[in-house]
């Protein structure tokens, strides 16, 4: 079963500008999750979709926005960049069934680079 | 509010010898998932190990053992017959089914294998 997968690895944008993010799940899983991570916060949740529906959110302002499809993938958008946003981003997919031995699996990860 | 603490920001092992990463968490719920991930410096998080809270034996995948002290609300990683592949970061991470899927992390420990 193919893994986690994310496009593009690598990104570099300008203050200002906006990104979009995509994300593949493992084949069968239902739930994406996104995570934020910087040497000075660590690992932070963005946010899960399940069947297209947004079902959890983190603490990020409303620049940070993303969508699920009818096929599980899904895109994050980060609009109007800020200098900090700069990070390694993370998704994760997951069965998503709320079960506690429901184990999300990572992809390669993008790193966005804001100058 | 679920907080993960790990303790050793960095730790030297011999090579072939055993490692034990600490990890102690803390929440109201009675019901979670603690989780263990590996980071190499590729950037992906790689799934090592789960533990469930009702879980009355500690978890074991191959060269991987959690020590899980639910008293004491620690889930300790034990590494044997460490290589030099395990050099990496390493991050407990924390779910619990009421606060949603999201996973709660703990600021990772870097560990050095010398040959």
């Known amino acids: 079963k193919a893994g986690v997968t994310q496009t593009p690895r690598y990104l570099i944008k300008t203050r200002g500008q906006q990104v979009t993010l995509s994300c593949s799940p493992i084949?069968?899983?239902?739930?994406v999750s996104w995570y934020q991570q910087t040497p000075g916060q660590g690992l932070q949740f963005l946010f899960e979709?399940?069947?297209?529906?947004?079902?959890n959110k983190g603490n990020f302002p409303g620049r940070f926005s993303g969508r699920q499809f009818s096929n599980s993938r899904s895109e994050m958008n980060v609009s109007t960049l800020e200098l900090g946003d700069s990070a390694l981003y993370l998704c994760?997919?997951?069965?998503?069934?709320?079960?506690?031995?429901?184990?999300?699996?990572f992809g390669p990860g993008t790193r966005l680079t804001v100058l | 509010a679920q907080k993960i603490t790990q303790t050793q920001p960095g730790m030297f092992v011999q090579e072939k010898e055993a490692v034990t990463l600490d990890c102690t968490y803390d929440?109201?719920?009675?019901?979670?998932?603690l989780f263990w991930y590996k980071q190499p410096s590729s950037g992906e998080m790689i799934f090592l190990i789960y533990?469930?809270?009702?879980?009355?034996q500690n978890a074991t995948e191959g060269r991987y053992s959690l020590n899980f002290q639910k008293a004491r609300k620690s889930a300790n990683l034990v590494i044997s017959a460490s290589q030099l592949g395990d050099s990496a970061m390493y991050f407990c991470?924390?779910?619990?089914?009421?606060?949603?899927?999201?996973?709660?992390f703990g600021g990772g420990t870097r560990l050095m294998v010398k040959p």
């Open positions: 994760a997919s997951s069965l998503g069934d709320r079960l506690g031995t429901d184990t999300q699996y």
């Open positions: 533990q469930g809270s009702y879980d009355e």
């Open positions: 084949s069968g899983h239902r739930s």
């Open positions: 929440t109201s719920d009675q019901s979670y998932g």
């Open positions: 979709y399940f069947s297209e529906t947004q079902r």
């Open positions: 991470a924390m779910r619990a089914p009421k606060a949603g899927n999201m996973l709660t």
